[in-house]
């Protein structure tokens, strides 16, 4: 048991429902992450895990800071900036392919476990590895196809009408994405298959925060 | 081919993929049938591109941002003393607070997980004491949190508006009207129930007291003044609401309280963007579903099948509820509005419905579902923030669902519950 669940768990425990916040639970401490990989590969791991919770973080700081002075700028100066959206955009994207590998990470995509989590363990460790290779071939079939699309935009070599850069600069983040997503699931099902416990993530074992379902 | 890709995506559902995966096997599927292999595969990915960029969609992040921001201070408490402070010491004052609480929490975050979290977690040991029933507690609970839905901000609402391409501004001025139907009939429920109970009253606060809740509460109410305000004045979009309400929750916690520190910051900013990323993959790959399907003529072929040509416009409306309430019993709101919306969209267009009217029946739908054995999702929601077993969390919501249901089956027949506000704010 690593990082998250440690985390969770020293939370949870014997502290009553009323003191504790559910946005708290929802924080992941990133200097607490550790690999599942070992040597080499696990610093990596860790680099990446780090350059992906910045990029998510920082994604919605910018993102909140223009979309806030557009509208500053629009109601208090009476001008728009020309590139809002633009840059929104390129944002959205770069925070949802740096953000389904970090969730792939912790285990946090949404799904629905009430019938995985009433099967016996004898079942639901199989089950998790099928889903966990199901869902990374899926996500290697989508980089594939997403270095093809990219490389047609770049060979095109369009610009964005406001920001006069290349489009295939704010959607290169779709296939970077997809393949450490499915990097991650990957890991999991090796995870599953070495360990004796199942894992949801190749940092979180199941057990611990069986919210199942995360809404929004 | 659409037997297939419903097979498909529903065994993978419950299965307990990741619910990217079936969205993403069913539009795989619709793609290689189509064009007879892999050759047309980028088009997908282009579909999955385009689904998350509508400027429109933007607001989903940044409502999630400003509430995340504001709810990590004290705003829920300070709304539960302002409402306790006036309903309190009424017969059932507790419960109508509970749900009153839940409502005025709904106009801050749009989320009935936060919702049920931060209302329900000091408001459930309060009425334990005082002698309610828990399964009774739970139940109010987990329903009154579902009103949060349907009063503005609301993400399925944006995300109805985004892919029906409805206009979200009167979407949330909509949700209003059924919002406080059913807080009122909860209301009375409660006050029913804490008679034939019996339930001792809450000590009456003094108008001093009063006055304290109101100012402490000012803050947080400042949302709703942003959202519904600045939307029904016609001064700002969803988009420019939900920034305002950003820069709002900033000005606030980082400035005047100081509760919130740059460190603090970064970590809402990044557990804002994880929340963001898991629905955003859903919505894009919905797009690329939607896409395909509706080439393919899916969404004609299976309302072919329904006979809803002869259906009529109730007909319809009460085909399109009970398709969302079904499905909502069993997968997350979001996941149900992305598939189901292109489907009943061309029945909607042909029958000339209102799609403001169909975007208010789908959010209160789906509100509904997501409190309904056996897999609402809100359900396990509290199974897991109260540590109750699921028998008797949902003990007690039987009471609740028939009162949702009536308000559903009010709106088909009233529409004005929800378009009267719409009406007056935009001139219709």
């Known amino acids: 048991m690593k990082a998250d669940d440690d985390l969770r768990q020293s939370r949870d425990q014997d502290v009553p429902a009323e003191v504790q916040t559910t946005v708290a639970d929802d924080d992941i401490d990133d200097s607490q992450y550790v690999s599942g990989l070992p040597g080499i590969l696990g610093v990596v791991d860790v680099a990446v895990a780090r350059i992906e919770a910045v990029l998510l973080a920082t994604g919605v700081l910018l993102m909140a800071l223009n979309t806030m002075a557009n509208v500053v700028g629009r109601y208090a100066l009476g001008q728009s900036i020309f590139f809002t959206e633009e840059l929104n955009q390129a944002l959205i994207i770069l925070i949802t392919f740096a953000g389904i590998s970090y969730a792939a990470r912790h285990g946090r995509h949404i799904r629905m476990s009430a019938i995985f989590d009433a099967l016996k363990p004898t079942l639901r460790k199989p089950l998790m590895i099928l889903i966990s290779v199901v869902t990374a071939a899926a996500m290697f079939l989508l980089t594939w196809y997403s270095i093809e699309y990219v490389s047609t935009q770049a060979s095109r070599g369009r610009l964005l009408p406001a920001l006069q850069i290349p489009v295939w600069w704010i959607i290169i983040w779709a296939p970077v994405g997809f393949f450490l997503t499915g990097v991650q699931y990957a890991l999991t099902a090796v995870k599953n298959l070495i360990d004796k416990d199942i894992w949801l993530s190749t940092s979180t074992m199941e057990g611990y925060d069986n919210t199942g379902e995360e809404e929004v | 081919m659409s037997l297939m890709i419903f097979g498909t995506m529903i065994f993978l559902l419950l299965l307990g993929f990741p619910m990217m995966i079936p969205l993403i096997a069913g539009s795989l599927i619709g793609f290689v049938a189509l064009f007879g292999g892999f050759g047309q595969l980028d088009t997908m990915v282009q579909q999955i591109l385009g689904g998350i960029r509508p400027a429109s969609l933007i607001a989903v992040p940044m409502f999630i941002f400003a509430a995340d921001i504001m709810t990590r201070g004290q705003s829920a408490n300070r709304l539960i003393d302002l409402v306790m402070a006036f309903v309190g010491h009424l017969k059932g004052g507790l419960a109508v607070s509970t749900a009153t609480a839940c409502t005025l929490f709904g106009a801050v975050s749009g989320s009935t997980q936060a919702t049920v979290v931060a209302v329900g977690g000091p408001l459930r040991p309060r009425m334990l004491k005082a ?208 598939i189901l919306v292109p489907i009943f969209a061309p029945v909607v267009n042909s029958a000339g419905l209102d799609p403001v009217l169909v975007g208010t029946i789908i959010t209160l739908q789906v509100a509904i579902g997501s409190a309904t054995p056996p897999f609402g999702c809100d359900i396990f929601t509290a199974i897991a923030v109260f540590k109750r077993p699921y028998a008797e969390v949902i003990r007690g919501t039987p009471p609740f669902i028939v009162m949702l249901l009536s308000v559903a089956v009010a709106l088909i027949f009233f529409p004005q519950i929800a378009l009267f506000l719409r009406d007056l704010a935009f001139a219709k």
């Not at chain 2, 109410?221 to 600045?230: K, M, N």
């Not at chain 2, 400035?255 to 900013?269: C, D």
């Not at chain 2, 259906?311 to 709101?333: E, K, N, R």
């Open chain 2, 131 to 338: 002698g309610y029933k828990d399964s009774f507690v739970l139940a109010l609970i987990v329903n009154a949190s579902d009103i949060a839905f349907l009063i503005p901000p609301s993400i399925g609402m944006i995300i109805y508006g985004v892919v029906s391409g409805t206009s979200i501004s009167e979407l949330f001025i909509a949700g209003i009207g059924p919002g406080l139907l059913i807080l009122v009939m909860f209301s009375i429920y409660s006050y029913i129930y804490a008679h034939r109970h019996n339930v001792p009253t809450e000590p009456k606060s003094t108008w001093g007291e009063r006055g304290e809740a109101v100012q402490r509460a000012l803050w947080p109410l400042g949302f709703p003044v942003i959202i519904v305000g600045g939307i029904y004045g016609g001064i700002f979009s969803p988009t420019e609401a939900a920034a305002a309400c950003v820069l709002y929750a900033l000005i606030l916690e980082m400035i005047m309280f100081r509760e919130m520190t740059v460190k603090q910051l970064y970590a809402t900013a990044k557990s804002t963007g994880l929340i963001t990323a898991v629905v955003f993959i859903l919505v894009g790959a919905g797009a690329a579903f939607s896409y395909v399907i509706s080439f393919a003529q899916i969404p004609q072929e299976v309302l072919g099948a329904i006979g809803i040509d002869q259906m009529g416009q109730y007909g319809i409306l009460f085909t399109i509820s009970i398709a969302f309430f079904v499905g909502c019993m069993f997968v997350d709101p979001i996941v149900v509005i992305l």
